[in-house]
């Protein structure tokens, strides 16, 4: 290495630069590197293989360098050219040089564009894949839900949620208010229970709990309320103030004995019951970004 040393010290060009390296070999890691003038290595300096590759690069061999050229390019004058992979090889063999990369910073969050879909996109967030969710027993009401004979079930249900809107039907809204980053937005969607629910009624014992909305006046229930973007866009506030509206007792039906389909107090007792709880469901605590790689919505700063 010594020799190498001396005799790169003593001329410039491209072939001392090759003989050099040459002769120190590469000490290139395997792996990709990412620092200023590290396009292989991930040390603390670069290494003779960086500036080998740089050197590839300069003369227009495929390398890494196509998709980072930032951080070949170490003069930051916009080409990654034999003088970036001589400065590199200065820098790996310990001269005193500053390798001066102009990279953009790491990309965190893509912002978002304020579209109704993405708020429908948290709300599917807050379901499981198949776009269910289960109920939770509620055993100490005066009408238990998912809690036959006292004893709380789970899972139970689930609630299904479609989103789609059939055709001729109308898509979610999001309407800008008075504030240029404050929304309001209206999603609509269908809710259906993909197995009974057990409710337990009063003086008629154990019954089934079906949801369907497309059985009253309209197939759809509609979740409202309102939400705020960071002015850059990058953050969306939670969705904390969710109400869910158009939910009718002609979505519900008591199934059962017949004791059970006469039980309509049940009916609006478990109304006001579930429309609270797909409230509590879909609502959000956190803000809410997209990330860079994966394009999905995840807790801001995680
Ligand atoms: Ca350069």
Known sequence: MRQCRMRWLGAVGISVVTVCLTLGGSTAASGAGGDCGQPTSTGNLPTAGDALLVL????????VCDDSPCICDVDDNGSVIVSDALLILKKA??????????????????PFAATADEITEAFEQRLDSSGNFEVP?????????????????????????????????????????SEPDQFAFDIPVRVNTVSDLPVTVPLVGECGLRIDTTGGDSPRIHVQGTLEFSTDRISMSPLGGVTVNGLTSADLALTGSFSCTLANSALDFSLTTLRAMIEEQLASSGQLCRQCDTLELVPCGS
């Open 56 to 63: 590839k690069a300069s003369v227009g061999q495929a390398t």
């Open 93 to 110: 063999v310990g001269h005193s040089v500053v390798l001066a990369c102009s990279c953009p910073p790491p990309c965190d969050y893509v």
């Open 137 to 177: 027993p509620a055993c100490d009401t005066s009408i238990p839900l998912c809690c036959p004979g006292g004893t709380p079930l789970s899972p139970c249900g689930p609630l299904h949620f479609d989103f789609v809107p059939k055709e001729g039907e109308s898509g979610p809204t999001l309407t800008q208010l």
